[in-house]
């Protein structure tokens, strides 16, 4: 099954100059990358991208660790994956959120770490089905940034700029 995956390389990967070891591991999957982008994560994609998290006692710590704060890396690498199993694929090179948990080989497993204060360093974030996949993506991407048309999508004007946006 043909599927895309968000993937970011989050601010500790960066700031370990860790990105192409991510990148060389992920080619192992032979999926494509279809969208990349670097982005300053403002505070509203933050709290939209970790909205189911928003009850938890680390909320706060999760939105300062992605916008870069903690790491004074205030940057994120956003790519799409897109093929064949692409969720199930790249997940299972991500490893298990909780570095100490993750498989040793694992790019979470290798690279992850948790913080004195509790905080998981993991490096990656990665879809965890096709419905949050389709849900980030959206989020962190216009239609226009991605070589593939994957979701509907309509051309709008806004302020006398005509843009492809998600219907």
């Known amino acids: 099954m043909i599927q895309q995956t968000l993937v970011l390389i989050k601010p500790d990967g960066l700031k370990k100059s860790l990105t192409g ?3 060389t591991r992920l080619s ?3 999926l494509e990358i279809v969208a990349a982008k670097i982005i300053r994560v403002s505070r509203e994609l933050a709290i939209q991208h970790y909205w189911h998290m928003e009850e938890r006692p680390f909320f706060e710590e999760l939105i300062k660790y992605i916008q870069g704060e903690l790491h004074g890396r205030k940057k994120v ?3 799409v994956y897109h093929g064949e199993n692409a969720i199930e694929k790249v997940r299972t090179l ?3 959120t909780n570095p100490e948990e993750a498989d040793s080989v694992s790019i979470r497993g290798s690279f992850g770490r948790i913080t004195t204060k509790g905080l998981y360093e993991n490096a990656i974030h990665c879809s965890d089905n096709e419905k949050n996949a389709e ?5 962190w991407f216009f239609p226009d940034e991605i070589i593939v048309d994957m979701y509907n999508s309509e051309i709008k004007e806004i302020d006398n700029f005509k843009k492809k946006v998600w219907k």
């Open 21 to 23: 070891n991510i990148l």
């Open 28 to 30: 192992e999957t032979k």
């Open 77 to 79: 690498l956003a790519m």
């Open 94 to 96: 991500a490893g298990a």
């Open 135 to 139: 849900r980030e993506i959206k989020l």
